[in-house]
């Protein structure tokens, strides 16, 4: 495991690892984050088995921009920001923090994300905490320092008609 800050080289490092299959801890907007690249299913195991989350619980895909996902809808209008919107079956958000945008890019816009936290616990908002909880089984951790949102992501799904279910109450309301 590495620790690099969100700088250039930070970026560089981050991006090598989850390109290679790696899981990495890094900041977003909200709270920190554990990801890996969406084509190495053995990494996105990795990131539930870290976590003890149970299988049966998706986790989102964090995207670049809006184009990066197939989301049409008016509450993109709310990216990028702490929403994570469900569209047919799969939760996507952009986050609004440069850095993580730029790490999503060179990974191709896409990566699987859920909070770098044990399950059950508080979700981690600074590099030590996240350290603590997942840190040691990540390749690399990515410090920012803490996270401005402190909260994690709101989370709506978007039925089939276009109404829309609150599943988490977060830092964006709806």
């Known amino acids: 495991m590495r620790i690099v800050k969100s700088d250039e080289e930070g970026l560089e490092a981050a991006a090598k690892v ?15 984050g554990l990801a890996a690249h969406p084509d190495f299913p ?19 895909l964090l995207a670049s921009g809006v184009e990066a996902t197939p989301v049409n809808h008016q509450l993109t209008e ?5 929403l994570t919107i469900v569209f047919d ?3 996507y958000r952009v986050p609004d923090h440069d850095w993580t945008r730029r790490l999503l890019a060179k990974c191709g816009g896409l990566l699987r994300v859920t909070s770098a936290n044990l399950s059950g616990q508080r979700a981690a908002t600074d590099a030590p905490a996240a350290l603590a909880d997942v840190g040691l089984s990540a390749d690399i951790v990515v410090d920012d320092g803490i996270s401005p949102g402190g909260v994690p992501s709101t ?7 276009g109404g829309l279910e609150v599943l988490r109450r977060g830092g964006v309301e709806i």
């Open 18 to 32: 989850l390109l290679a299959g790696g899981v990495a801890v890094i900041p977003t907007d909200t709270v920190y």
């Open 42 to 60: 053995e990494a996105v195991d990795r990131l539930y088995t870290i976590k003890g989350r149970e299988a049966k619980k998706p986790i989102a």
């Open 155 to 161: 989370v709506v799904k978007v039925g089939p008609e």
């Open 89 to 91: 079956g799969e939760g």
């Open 78 to 82: 709310k990216w990028p920001g702490g």
